[in-house]
């Protein structure tokens, strides 16, 4: 199916730990983004990429790591869950105009 | 701190009503979008309308945008049951932001059959 896709929808896993999201699309757009989406914050950047190997910060990247090695693929991997990370994480892509997100990925940190 | 701000964060309103929800922003755009999100979905696009436009129209969807005032308008008019959802305006800075898209925190729109 074409668009964006988020794996898992749902996660739970202990402090400490290190866990991966995975978003995945299927246009080739050079953009792409995660937010995270927290109850009284709205949506906010943790980072983004302009392009495979091409990425940077956005306004909440502590704790976050992201790679880019092919067009269609943007993991984020938060490399020692904390409880403060638990949230909904939202991937986007973009090629100009509007941005096309993902279904979410809950995760809950415990 | 977000680029955008909507206003009013919550709004319940009856059937066949018009909603409105104000967006305000901080910096110069290139343009502003409008998304809306269902519960427990992903957001979708809804209108998007440029720096050097002032009204734009989609279906039962109205958007103004005064650049002045650094703020700007979504109007859902005649609306249904199913307009019920958050909506989030956003804004494309592209010429400091790299094609970033910065959010407010969201309209919570209710409305009641």
């Known amino acids: 199916d074409a668009g964006i896709t988020q794996s898992p929808r749902y996660k739970i896993t202990e402090t400490g730990r290190q866990v991966t999201l995975m978003c995945h699309q299927t246009?080739?757009?050079?953009?792409m983004f995660w937010y995270r989406q927290d109850l009284g914050h709205g949506l906010r950047l943790i980072y983004y990429?302009?392009?495979?190997?091409?990425?940077d910060k956005g306004e909440v990247p502590d704790g976050y790591v992201v790679s880019r090695s092919k067009t269609e693929n943007f993991p984020l991997t938060l490399e020692s869950a904390t409880r403060s990370q638990t949230s909904v994480y939202f991937c986007?892509?973009?090629?100009?105009?509007?941005?096309?997100f993902g279904q979410g990925t809950r995760l809950t940190v415990v | 701190s977000q680029q955008g701000e909507e206003d009013p964060q919550a709004l319940s309103i009856q059937e066949g009503e018009n909603a409105t929800m104000n967006c305000s922003y901080k910096?110069?755009?290139?343009?502003l979008q409008w998304y809306r999100q269902n519960s427990g979905r992903g957001l979708v696009h809804l209108i998007l309308?440029?720096?050097?436009?002032r009204e734009k129209h989609s279906g039962r969807l109205r958007v103004t945008l005064d650049t002045s005032k650094k703020s700007s308008s979504l109007l859902i008019t005649a609306s249904r049951a199913a307009d019920t959802a958050s909506y989030f305006c956003a804004t494309d800075a592209t010429r400091t932001s790299g094609s970033r898209l910065t959010f407010g925190e969201g309209t919570q729109l209710t409305v009641n059959p």
């Open positions: 246009w080739s757009h050079s953009y």
């Open positions: 986007a892509s973009r090629r100009q105009g509007e941005a096309f």
């Open positions: 910096t110069s755009i290139n343009n």
């Open positions: 990429s302009a392009a495979a190997d091409i990425t």
């Open positions: 309308i440029r720096s050097n436009e």
